[in-house]
């Protein structure tokens, strides 16, 4: 059976993967429209490599692992490559192209239901700072340059994902230092707690900047 082997084929690899799966999701860097708050510093590998090291794991034991991310790596890429052919088969094209446009467009009315709850709840941490309507300014315009450039930085391509990746941190790291100018360690603490989406159930992504529309599979 083609469906069972594939199953097991990613299945084994993933309980792998998945003594390395915290390390990854703290890593992750995907961009967002909330105000930075990603780590920044090393990349995935740098960080899997700190882990092993604390953690004593050998050369044999380290290959393994990686021979094991590479296998759940391909079973997830035929697996994908399955699901499309399913759906192929399934939908015509104009249905395709419907269901593409209406993801889009699901995505941008949940990026601006986004936008409007972040900009009521920094509102609401204004009133409460009882900022000066100098500092209160200066903070609204700081942050439509910030959505301004990051804007940009969606729509420009890139090398590889780790040139996307440095973008986004040098522009999250420079907003930052803007910030500072105004706020203090606590008001910039609470800030970005504000900032941060406010994901309903467990299967939100920490940071994301976009929702997982329903799929046709």
């Given at each position: 059976?083609?469906?069972?082997?594939l199953?097991?084929?990613?299945?084994?690899?993933?309980?792998?993967?998945?003594?390395?799966?915290?390390?990854?999701?703290?890593?992750?860097?995907?961009?967002?429209?909330?105000?930075?708050?990603?780590?920044?510093?090393?990349?995935?590998?740098?960080?899997r490599?700190?882990?092993?090291?604390?953690?004593?794991?050998?050369a044999?034991?380290?290959d393994?692992?990686a021979e094991?991310?590479?296998?759940?790596?391909?079973?997830?890429?035929?697996?994908?490559?399955?699901?499309?052919?399913?759906?192929?088969?399934?939908?015509?094209a104009d249905?395709?192209?419907?269901l593409?446009?209406?993801?889009r467009?699901m995505?941008?009315?949940?990026?601006?239901?986004?936008?409007?709850?972040?900009?009521?709840?920094l509102?609401?941490?204004?009133?409460?700072?009882?900022?000066?309507?100098?500092?209160?300014?200066?903070?609204?315009e700081?942050?439509?340059?910030?959505h301004?450039?990051?804007?940009?930085?969606?729509?420009?391509?890139f090398?590889?994902?780790?040139?996307?990746?440095?973008?986004?941190?040098?522009?999250?790291?420079?907003?930052?230092?803007?910030?500072?100018?105004?706020?203090?360690?606590?008001?910039?603490?609470?800030?970005r707690?504000?900032?941060?989406?406010?994901?309903?159930?467990?299967?939100?992504?920490?940071?994301?900047?976009?929702?997982s529309?329903?799929?046709a599979?």
């Amino acid at each position: 059976m083609k469906t069972m082997r594939l199953t097991r084929t990613l299945f084994a690899p993933a309980l792998l993967a998945a003594a390395i799966a915290p390390l990854a999701l703290s890593a992750s860097a995907a961009p967002g429209e909330g105000e930075p708050h990603g780590r920044g510093g090393s990349s995935h590998a740098e960080q899997r490599e700190a882990l092993f090291e604390r953690a004593g794991l050998d050369a044999e034991t380290r290959d393994a692992l990686a021979e094991a991310r590479a296998e759940h790596r391909q079973a997830l890429q035929a697996l994908k490559a399955e699901h499309r052919e399913r759906l192929e088969e399934i939908l015509d094209a104009d249905q395709r192209a419907a269901l593409e446009q209406a993801k889009r467009e699901m995505r941008r009315e949940w990026r601006a239901e986004q936008r409007q709850a972040r900009a009521a709840r920094l509102e609401a941490l204004f009133d409460e700072w009882q900022l000066d309507e100098t500092t209160h300014e200066t903070l609204r315009e700081q942050r439509a340059a910030f959505h301004a450039e990051a804007q940009a930085l969606r729509d420009q391509p890139f090398d590889s994902r780790e040139d996307r990746r440095s973008a986004w941190r040098e522009l999250r790291a420079e907003y930052r230092e803007t910030l500072a100018e105004q706020l203090d360690e606590e008001q910039l603490r609470r800030l970005r707690e504000a900032m941060r989406p406010a994901h309903k159930g467990s299967d939100a992504h920490h940071g994301g900047d976009r929702p997982s529309p329903p799929d046709a599979g």
